[in-house]
């Protein structure tokens, strides 16, 4: 599994609640059998006018979206659909993290499999990065995840939650499947109890 | 110690529990649709692993496929490639598929329960977000990314932490006009789309157990865009009635045992929630939604809301962005506004009662000139129960289409889509942009609302017709 430790990176916002995960992947890009391009169709609804050519008023289309690796959104982040396609799409893109105040339950899982790190924080922080954004928007975060610590470019830090498991599984790269097969005997017992 | 539905059926399935870490949870029943699965199979068969039990594992197409006559290859090369894709992996693994020509095609989410697969007590997930359907039978059922897919085709278990519980209460009689539909739209409209996340929904009261268990699968079914994973309902003689002789159903002592089992899977007296909700169901009117996500909600007899009331700065800008993108103005009623498509489909409402109340309002009418109005039914048993009750034929002489199951235009992945810019009513489930094709404007709605919508081709106050 993706891992992921500390990232100091540019962010880009997009100040939208609820974001979902038809934006973040639009059905018609599901058609795929493999885990690759996405991420030129990320936002693709978006990201593209109806003939096809980038909306320059859409962030990912502008300067400061070249190179950003965190992705600073509205509260409730990727509800909606169980595709994996999005954290694909995002990565894909070159996102390896995600700021937001909440993430939906599906999403969070699906981003923490693909080393795409949901950050939660509190209100004051979140408004205090969108105007980072604005202000700065060549700004450079770090997060931190042994420490679970983001820091703002003025030194501010703010300390942010994950499940100890799934750090865990981040730090080490953990394959999470061969985690679960290694329970082999204890599944074994169970189906022998149960049926 | 009382515990509630939930807790039976999770202390049940825990499998292992380390300290600090995730429940190891055996999954009883696993359902596999081509577009959430093809990299699953690929990762499982890089391991170099087998389906750990392939007799728990039923997969379907219902995404891509196309809801004309499949005698014809589908144009569709990537659609065709993915179902493809699943055939190759469900035949080389071993899983039971209800394929392109099967007669018990369907919906994943309709074909479950009506094959007798979905059953009170089990632990059910899917690719797929709406899963939640099949706690209807008293299940925990919920939604799973791909590589979760993975996991549970190699170990039959999944990682799981365990989630909150909120109980829902909904009591009274609804009024005629009302349904099942407009419980669940009027709870996401008062909870939002996020209010639900970290939850698992108990439904109880008496409007819950006055349902059938198809309206209540639109209920569970609808969970999801509250943000909870999944949606319960206890079984009572209703699910046992519903589940009885179905095909994949225990029969004989296994019968007698299972309904044993079943009678004790009810949240115990003086069981307690991590927190609760009420609904009045008799103070509820037919629901309708005018933004772009399904908490954007409201009565049918309502106006737009303004952005200018809303107190939030983010939700005054998402409020803005949705009725930009609905082309609504703040106080405008919806009733009377014109619609160019009207769906009635998809695991939310494609059942036969959900088209037998359609077909009740347009029998012996005409649909409003210049309006499509499309019928899916949700499964090929669901299609050929209503061409044997001759719903197809009220349909079709109402000038409806009467389509082969399918998703269809609920996600628009296989052609059936709306034009930029056209307004549908729909019985699904989702109303994001460009969810029903790029640029088209959803209202979701119940059958009924949809059905009388589609005799005056404006939104159209169901209990004016009744
Ligand atoms: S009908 Fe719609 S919501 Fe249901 S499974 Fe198909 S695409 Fe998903």
């Not at chain 1, 300390?159 to 005997?185: H, M, Q, R, W």
């Not at chain 2, 933004?291 to 007899?301: A, E, Q, V």
């Not at chain 2, 800008?317 to 703040?330: C, G, I, S, T, V």
């Amino acid at each position: 599994m993706a891992q992921f430790t500390t990232l100091s990176a540019r962010q880009v916002a997009l100040p939208i609640n609820d974001i979902d995960t038809d934006q973040i992947i639009p059905a018609q890009f599901l058609k795929v059998t493999d885990k690759n391009g996405l991420g030129q169709v990320v936002f693709h609804s978006w990201r593209f006018l109806e003939d096809g050519s980038p909306n320059p008023d859409f962030v990912l289309n502008q300067p400061v979206a070249q190179g950003a690796q965190i992705l600073l959104a509205g509260d409730n982040f990727g509800c909606g659909s169980s595709r994996e396609h999005a954290p694909w799409a995002l990565t894909g893109f070159g996102f390896r993290a995600v700021i937001s105040t909440s993430f939906a339950d599906i999403f969070r899982n699906n981003a923490l499999k693909n080393g795409l790190l949901p950050v939660v924080v509190d209100a004051p922080t979140h408004q205090m990065l969108f105007d980072l954004a604005e202000e700065a928007p060549q700004a450079t975060l770090n997060i931190d995840l042994p420490s679970q610590t983001l820091t703002l470019p003025g030194g501010e830090t703010v300390s942010f939650p994950i499940d100890g498991f799934n750090k865990a599984c981040l730090l080490n790269g953990t394959d999470e499947i061969g985690y679960v097969l290694g329970f082999e005997a204890q599944i074994k017992a169970f189906e022998a109890r149960n049926f | 110690m009382s515990r509630t539905l939930f807790e039976k059926i999770w202390d049940a399935h825990v499998v292992t529990q380390e300290p600090d870490s995730p429940a190891v949870l055996y999954i009883d029943l696993h359902l596999v649709h081509e577009v959430t699965s093809p990299q699953a199979f690929t990762g499982l068969r890089s391991r170099g692993l087998k389906v750990r039990r392939p007799e728990r594992t039923v997969a379907t197409m219902d995404h891509g496929i196309p809801t004309t006559p499949l005698d014809v290859p589908i144009a569709d090369q990537l659609a065709a490639h993915q179902i493809k894709t699943l055939e190759t992996n469900t035949s080389e693994f071993g899983v039971r598929l209800y394929g392109m020509h099967s007669e018990h095609r369907g919906i994943v989410h309709v074909i479950g329960p009506e094959l007798g697969f979905t059953q009170p007590g089990m632990t059910i997930v899917c690719g797929d977000s709406h899963t939640s359907t099949h706690g209807a039978f008293g299940a925990l059922a919920f939604g799973i990314g791909t590589s979760e897919v993975e996991m549970v085709l190699a170990t039959q278990c999944l990682l799981q932490r365990k989630p909150k519980t909120c109980e829902v209460r909904v009591d009274g009689q609804l009024a005629a006009g009302v349904s099942s539909k407009d419980i669940i739209l009027a709870l996401i409209a008062k909870i939002g789309v996020g209010g639900g996340t970290g939850y698992v929904f108990e439904y109880t009261g008496s409007a819950i157990r006055g349902l059938t268990m198809e309206q209540r699968m639109t209920i569970c079914n609808m969970s999801i865009e509250g943000g909870a994973r999944a949606g319960m309902i206890a079984p009572d003689d209703a699910t046992i009635e519903y589940v009885a002789g179905r095909e994949f159903a225990p029969k004989g002592a296994a019968w007698d045992a299972a309904i044993a089992r079943w009678r004790g899977l009810p949240s115990d007296d003086g069981a307690t929630y991590d927190s609760s909700i009420v609904l009045d169901a008799a103070a509820l009117e037919p629901m309708i939604t005018y933004g772009t996500n399904p908490g954007m909600g409201m009565r049918i007899t309502e106006r737009v809301p303004d952005p200018a009331n809303l107190g939030d700065a983010n939700q005054k800008l998402a409020l803005e962005k949705a009725l930009n993108y609905m082309d609504l103005r703040p106080g405008q009623p919806l009733l009377g506004k014109k619609v160019d498509v009207v769906f009635i489909g998809s695991c939310t409402n494609s059942r036969i009662s959900d088209l037998r109340l359609a077909a009740g309002l347009l029998k012996g009418r005409k649909v409003a000139d210049g309006l499509r109005v499309m019928v899916v039914p949700g499964s090929q048993d669901v299609k050929k129960q209503a061409e044997q009750e001759g719903l197809d034929t009220v349909f079709k002489e109402a000038g409806a289409e009467w389509r082969e199951a399918g998703c269809s235009m609920c996600i628009a992945m296989n052609g059936d889509q709306l034009q930029p810019g056209q307004y549908a009513v729909s019985t699904s489930n989702r109303n994001f942009e460009g969810r029903q094709g790029k640029g088209g404007r959803t209202f979701l709605a119940s059958p009924l609302t949809a059905a009388a919508t589609a005799l005056t081709g404006t939104i159209t106050d169901v209990r004016t017709l009744i």
